[in-house]
């Protein structure tokens, strides 16, 4: 693997281990150029997905895009990293067993509503923010409205 401070070309393995929830492999590497350790992450990819867009325009799934998204509602939130990440996997387990290829981007958007509900109804509104497209107050108060009316969404 590449050395992201000086793009070494060869970097040795100095540790490898399981994620807690044993979907990755985490790897401490150094490089003996530099002299720099960093972090890689080996994951299992069932199949590559492409995520349709609104606009019709396709593009291939980025699992840290989703995971940036996710971060980023819940910032500030007391979630632990380790929970966050089984939420990503299994977002991303879900999409690949889907039998799918194309993902529309709705679907991607109601996965992470749905899981984002279950963990943390601050970022669930958050997340719902953004993919709902809320324009002004009145937008949040529906939202919420419907929210408070049938908390199981």
Do not use: H, W
Request: proline share 5%.
């Amino acid at each position: 693997m590449k050395c992201p401070f000086c793009n070494n070309p060869e970097t040795q393995v100095k540790d490898s281990r399981p994620t807690e929830d044993d979907s990755a492999i985490r790897r401490r590497r150094l490089c003996p150029a530099c002299g720099s350790r960093f972090t890689s992450f080996e994951r299992v990819q069932l199949r590559d997905l492409t995520v349709i867009k609104k606009d019709g325009k396709r593009t291939p799934f980025n699992r840290d895009k989703l995971a940036n998204s996710i971060i980023i509602a819940l910032r500030k939130r007391r979630v632990d990293a380790d929970r966050i990440e089984k939420l990503i996997s299994g977002i991303v387990r879900r999409l690949e067993s889907s039998g799918e290829v194309d993902i529309p981007s709705q679907m991607i958007g109601k996965l992470v509503m749905e899981s984002l509900s279950e963990i943390d109804q601050v970022a669930y509104v958050r997340f719902a923010s953004v993919y709902k497209n809320f324009r002004e107050v009145k937008d949040f108060e529906n939202f919420l409205g419907e929210l408070k009316d049938n908390p199981k969404q």
